[in-house]
């Protein structure tokens, strides 16, 4: 599998959790959403699955392209910064997505319902301008 084929079926993957969260949201009311348990713990599933596949491709970017080859996740968000593949701004918000994801995964705190809620209906572009700029990059390379 070539490297653009490797990165583009993350993308779509991600553009696939994003859309399905969407069309969720669109059906649902926030009531609906925050009284099913079981629509709660698909949100949460859905958007670490996704944060899951741009580690993915952090991760991937930096070895191929940058010969680095990162600690963690965050690490990975540096020498994206460091190569100027994303902006300060972008590496907090990538950070704190990260951060989110840690904290479904190892548990390290309870995740509100409404937190997840919240970030479903508000935060999901942030998937698109990791997605714009992974994009961006990998055209310059053509």
């Not at 918000?93 to 951060?99: N, R, W």
């Not at 997840?116 to 990791?130: K, P, T, W």
Request: aromatic fraction near 10%; hydrophobic fraction near 45%; charged fraction near 30%.
């Amino acid at each position: 599998m070539s490297e653009n084929e490797i990165v583009a079926k993350k993308v779509a993957f991600i553009k696939e959790q994003v859309s399905e969260i969407e069309s969720l949201l669109r059906r649902k009311s926030r009531k609906e959403v925050l009284s099913d348990p079981w629509l709660i713990k698909g949100l949460k599933y859905s958007l670490q699955i996704a944060i899951e596949a741009m580690i993915d491709i952090i991760y991937h970017i930096c070895a191929k392209h940058f010969k680095k080859a990162p600690t963690d996740a965050r690490d990975g968000l540096y020498i994206l910064l460091e190569n100027k593949l994303i902006t300060e701004k972008d590496f907090l918000t990538f950070s704190q997505m990260i951060g989110f994801r840690n904290k479904v995964v190892h548990g390290y705190q309870q995740v509100s319902s409404e937190k997840v809620y919240e970030i479903a209906a508000n935060e999901l572009s942030d998937f698109d301008r990791f997605v714009e700029l992974v994009l961006n990059f990998m055209r310059k390379l053509r």
